[in-house]
């Protein structure tokens, strides 16, 4: 009697899967694509076309939409804003008989997303937003609904094979991020509070490569955590210019302006790479390796908001690395005799050797200092950043007996130089050369001074530009100045 009635029970289930699988093949949900193209539209003011099939399926039972497109606003360009190849989710059969919605997974595959900024500073992502009165009252629907937010969990969002390009039209910059992977569980909402305090989720991040002018970074993993309108991606790990950095990276969003929060942390930058993208000069390179250490926040969205709220510490040290290309320890012995050079050669000297340049009028200088090797014993950067202005604190470098120094500071929103001076000092501290700089970072200016014991020479050359006038005058006998004191002995 059992036996029968386990049958019977069996044949019973086994009917009903088949009937509720007929059921399902045969509902056409496609018919319904016009009417949520429409809604979309109506809601966004975004042209959605769903090109795929809308679809149901048992295993695992739930819903696969495909080849979905967003066409970019007008006044953009022709490209497409969004083509998504498909959305499936998941969903949990039996709290459906009691209304409830409860999703296993939202898997969102193959997806490339243009964000574009016009001439204008206009968003594609918000040109096609409803004007300020509708806004109004749908935000005030919002918070009149806020309270009533159902009640929903995901088991999991996954966002698969991701490709973002950010093109901006009015600083004519690209950025580029490459095979982004991520895997969010644990998401929760929570129906009593506004939205973004209530959503709730973490997970786990990849990115392939981010590439933003000349700056690549690769190979991205990090957790990630949205919680209470904070976004936290820690452990961050990623490479750049060949070297592994470790960090992490907090938005804030509680404020009307979003607040950023960025540590990064580089056991050894390679030089190398480093001198490939900055150095212009083909004569000149760097070898070796140095420590940096960057913690850095910032408040807004637009490039001049960050700029001028920029505040934190930028630290670098290095010791016994390399400059190929040229002498500067030679450079710097024969300053030690520069009372018996002729002012011919010293401006040769200050115009051609640093970067290697082959100038007219420095040329027989210039060859008794390149093509050598510079060994670097000691190199120290500690510069606070506050509000954008970056001072330079202890700036230092040591050759042979030899000190160069950093002074003054850089104003990062204005782009200009502060009351910068680049000293080369003795054993003493005291100065041999000062250079002023001053003028737009683009542009500087250059003004130096070479101090002996018998001359002092004038000059509107540099030790980082070009050949200029030079002027002798009669030097003072007065006690040095010390011009450096820091940290590099």
């Known amino acids: 009697m059992a036996k029968k009635i386990l049958i019977t029970l069996v044949v019973i289930m086994t009917t009903i899967i088949v009937v509720l699988g007929v059921m399902i093949a045969t509902f056409d949900l496609n018919k319904y694509k016009p009417q949520i193209e429409k809604k979309v539209y109506e809601a966004t003011k975004m042209e959605l076309k769903i090109n795929g099939d809308i679809g149901f399926s048992l295993s695992p039972f739930g819903i696969s939409i495909k080849d979905i497109v967003i066409k970019n606003p007008k006044g953009f360009s022709k490209n497409d804003m969004l083509k998504l190849k498909k959305v499936a989710i998941s969903l949990q059969l039996k709290p459906l008989l009691s209304k409830q919605l409860k999703i296993n997974y939202v898997k969102l595959q193959d997806i490339n997303l243009l964000v574009e900024k016009s001439k204008k500073g206009i968003l594609n992502l918000t040109a096609t937003t409803k004007s300020s009165s509708s806004k109004t009252t749908k935000n005030k629907e919002f918070k009149k ?233 000691k190199l120290l950067i500690n510069a606070p950043i506050r509000n954008g202005i970056v001072t330079l604190k202890d700036v230092a470098m040591k050759v042979g007996g030899t000190r160069v120094a950093l002074k003054g500071k850089i104003d990062l929103y204005k782009e200009r130089f502060i009351n910068v001076r680049l000293g080369v000092v003795g054993k003493n501290g005291c100065s041999k050369i000062v250079e002023d700089i001053s003028g737009a970072l683009s542009h500087p200016k250059y003004r130096t001074k070479v101090l002996t014991s018998s001359v002092v020479t004038n000059t509107v050359t540099s030790l980082l530009g070009k050949f200029g006038k030079s002027l002798p005058i009669p030097a003072k006998k007065s006690k040095c100045k010390v011009f450096y004191s820091g940290a590099i002995k």
């Open 145 to 377: 609904d806020s309270g009533k937010l159902p009640l929903v969990n995901v088991g999991k969002l996954l966002l698969e094979n991701v490709y973002i390009t950010y093109d901006d039209k009015q600083s004519k910059t690209v950025a580029k991020i490459n095979a982004l992977n991520l895997v969010i569980n644990d998401i929760a909402l929570n129906g009593d509070k506004d939205l973004l305090k209530a959503l709730s989720l973490k997970g786990l991040l990849n990115i392939s490569s981010i590439k933003y002018d000349r700056y690549l970074l690769k190979d991205i993993k990090s957790n990630f955590v949205f919680k209470n309108r904070v976004a936290t991606i820690s452990p961050m790990e990623l490479t750049t210019f060949g070297s592994k950095v470790n960090g992490k990276l907090i938005y804030d969003m509680r404020r009307r302006l979003p607040k950023i929060y960025l540590e990064d942390h580089i056991a050894k930058l390679d030089l190398k790479n480093i001198s490939k993208e900055f150095i212009k000069s083909k004569n000149i390179s760097l070898d070796g390796h140095v420590k940096t250490d960057i913690k850095l926040s910032m408040v807004g969205q637009t490039p001049k908001q960050i700029k001028r709220s920029l505040t934190g510490t930028l630290y670098v040290q290095g010791v016994n690395f390399g400059i190929k290309g040229i002498d500067l320890n030679k450079l710097f012995k024969s300053l030690e005799n520069i009372k018996n050079m002729n002012k011919k050669d010293i401006v040769g000297i200050l115009a051609t050797a640093p970067l290697g340049k082959s100038l007219k009028g420095g040329g027989n200088i210039f060859t008794k200092f390149s093509g050598g090797t510079t060994a670097v014993k």
